[in-house]
């Protein structure tokens, strides 16, 4: 099957550490049978952080706006935005 690849910037509110929200975005991701390939934290200011992170899953039908859905729905994100997806290698 194949397989898709995005990137993904989630906007933190800064209740929780990044590295926690990483960790959960890991595991709600793999419940899709998704992968986090990797991530970058960007400090924005006032304690504000944003992650750019990069993750693969099977390209179905409306599998993006289930990985929208499952980001948006851990707890320390504030946004995320779909920044690109392509077809992975």
Do not use: C, S
């Given at each position: 099957m194949a397989?898709?690849?995005a990137l993904v910037r989630v906007l933190l509110d800064g209740s929780v550490e990044?590295?926690?929200v990483v960790q959960e975005l890991q595991e709600v991701i793999s419940s899709i049978?998704?992968?986090l390939e990797k991530y970058e934290e960007k400090?924005?200011?006032f304690g504000i952080t944003s992650l750019s992170i990069v993750l693969t899953a099977p390209e179905e039908d409306g599998i993006t706006?289930?990985?929208m859905d499952i980001i948006q729905g851990v707890k320390g994100v504030s946004s995320a935005e779909l920044e690109g997806v392509s077809r992975a290698g």
């Open positions: 397989r898709i690849m990044p590295a926690k049978d998704g992968k400090p924005i200011g706006d289930r990985i």
